[in-house]
């Protein structure tokens, strides 16, 4: 199995410490790119690749944009966002798990690798990645 959990990129932590990052700047996009069971994605995972993307109808190479739909907040000492879920309509794909990325910076470096825990797949419908709720203890992206 080449998925093994949710991670937070650790080469994203660094970048954030070095100012890589600004994922609310004006024109700033972070995507969100599906893959097959055979993508080896980790927390050492450093940028978006093709290679092990899903493909099918309903879904293009590199994934789909995310929106924002909560700014950076804080909540005692966690801070965290959220998107919105995002989805690809009448779909043909199978997907196991996926990369959110910064597509601003050079390189497409990697921000969080999702583990879906199986095979995900639709057949002229829509695929839904359901974001977490946007809390201190379940948002997609926290720092503690």
Excluded: C
């Excluded at 410490?17 to 996009?29: K, S, Y």
């Excluded at 959220?82 to 050079?106: C, E, F, H, K, M």
Aim: hydrophobic letters at 40%; proline letters at 3%.
């Amino acid at each position: 199995m080449a998925f093994t959990g949710n991670f937070v990129a650790t080469s994203f932590k660094q970048e954030v410490l070095e100012g890589v990052h600004d994922l609310r700047a004006a024109g700033a996009t972070q995507r969100i790119a599906l893959y097959t069971s055979s993508a080896t994605l980790n927390a050492a995972t450093t940028a978006y690749s093709s290679t092990n993307e899903v493909s099918g109808a309903g879904y293009t190479a590199a994934g789909a944009a995310l929106t924002v739909s909560q700014d950076p907040t804080i909540s005692g000492t966690t801070a965290y966002m959220d998107y919105i879920d995002p989805s690809w309509a009448a779909s043909t794909i199978t997907a196991r798990g996926a990369l959110i990325y910064n597509d601003t910076v050079a390189g497409d470096p990697a921000i969080l690798v999702l583990d879906f825990g199986t095979d995900k797949s639709t057949t002229a419908q829509t695929f839904t990645v359901q974001i977490p709720t946007a809390d201190a203890t379940n948002a997609i992206l926290r720092f503690a």
